[in-house]
């Protein structure tokens, strides 16, 4: 009669046994990989930080947290909660409570208000990792907005990182210039390990109208945006009406413009240029391109 009673009993002792160890374990796992990171210039300070989660979960809360990097990027939270499951420590969860405000040097403070952030990290046995992250009700003032952006990273084949990424319902805002809806947006591509960014394809659409293209970006000895991608559109006329407000070209550039891509038909190619700190759409000139750090 009392047998499964005590058999339970043990079970539940046991089990406890496992969770106070492994709690403690991946406390000191924590602590360590968080000296490392400061030892490499990125650090997490805390409000006010405690370990829970027992019988099921490993969970770490950190009130106010502050990220900083080098001393030069800082990244305030309202809240952040990392969560493991007991029995599959290698899988973290992490809850951001917004808003999420980000400081660094040579750009204006931002403030990004979102409903509460949540990333996934999994981590294999090698240290490498892969993460899953969902930013949803995302809002920058001066910049846009989103209903709903996600990420996912995971190791390539080739010793750097795949990166993916989606968001819905895009409003991008720019100053004295009208605003641009994008009903959904995605990019793939792979971060390599000389730092420069392949991108196998990137696709923008609102309504019928469609806007792609790939090609390779990375940083020039200045630290400015250098490379290119080539873009297609289904629809030149539709682009050129929405693209060109924001180009900045005299009259005559942009009717040249358009004149081009009248010859190009309704679908049209034109490959993006950024060379020698200049960003170029064809032939044209559109932007002057500054250090990003």
Known sequence: MFLPLGLVLILALLWSIYWFVASGVAQDRFSKERTALAAQ????????ESWAGYPFHFEFTCNSPVLTYGSRVEVRFSRLLLVA?????????????????????????????HQRALAAVT??????????????????????????????????????TDIAMQGTDITYQPRDRPAIHIDDGTMQGTLQADQSFKLDRFELHQGQLAYWGSGTLALDAQHRLSGQVD??????????SIA??????????????????????????????????????GPFQIAVLKPLY
């Open 85 to 113: 499951l007991a029995y599959a420590p290698s899988q973290v969860a992490a809850l951001i409570d917004g808003p999420t405000s980000v400081t660094a040097p040579g750009f204006a403070p931002m403030s990004i208000a």
């Open 244 to 281: 060109g407000p924001q180009l900045g070209l005299s009259d005559s550039k942009l009717a040249s413009l358009r004149t081009m891509l009248g010859l190009l038909g309704n679908d049209a190619k034109a490959p993006i240029i950024a060379k020698d700190g200049v960003l170029f759409l």
């Open 41 to 48: 210039g990125m650090t997490l300070a805390c409000s006010g």
């Open 123 to 160: 981590f294999g046995a090698n240290g490498q990792f892969s993460i899953s992250a969902e930013l949803p009700a995302a809002s920058v003032p001066g910049l846009g907005e989103a209903a709903k952006l996600l990420l996912f990273t995971k190791p390539s084949s080739g010793g750097g």
């Open 231 to 240: 873009t297609e559109t289904n629809d030149a006329k539709a682009m050129l």
